[in-house]
Nanobody, 121 residues
Framework: QVQLVESGGGLVQPGGSLRLSCAAS????????MGWYTQAPGKQRELAAG???????NYAGSVKGRFTISRDNAKNTVYLQMNSLKPEDTAVYYC???????????????WGQGTQVTVSS
């Protein structure tokens, strides 16, 4: 069994900052890509940022230059530093991790429970 536990969401004023964390635990042999999706009310889930095990990052155009993704492989944790937040960043943020539970096992995508980020004055 694998668990992804997120933390760091909340209410912030426009222009403010938040840092999200997502820690994976359980039966883990290796983790490939990790990252964050967002889902705003009435919209589909969209990739905000992803990062490979080697540290290569990619971002959605809407967050590039404002958000920074990073990971600590020793802690099986991925972070999302969000600066210059805008009301349109309001969404539920879901972390994901592509995890292999054993050396010959398949790689599966695991999801966190989601954390609400609200940007409002």
């Amino acid at each position: 069994q694998v668990q992804l536990v997120e933390s760091g969401g909340g209410l912030v004023q426009p222009g403010g900052s938040l840092r999200l964390s997502c820690a994976a635990s359980g039966n883990i042999f290796s983790i490939n890509d990790m990252g964050w999706y967002t889902q705003a009310p009435g919209k589909q889930r969209e990739l905000a940022a992803g990062i490979t095990s080697g540290g290569s990052a990619n971002y959605a155009g809407s967050v590039k230059g404002r958000f920074t993704i990073s990971r600590d492989n020793a802690k099986n944790t991925v972070y999302l530093q969000m600066n210059s937040l805008k009301p349109e960043d309001t969404a539920v943020y879901y972390c994901f991790a592509q995890i292999r539970a054993s050396v010959r096992g398949p790689t599966q995508t695991n999801w966190g429970q989601g954390t609400q980020v609200t940007v409002s004055s």
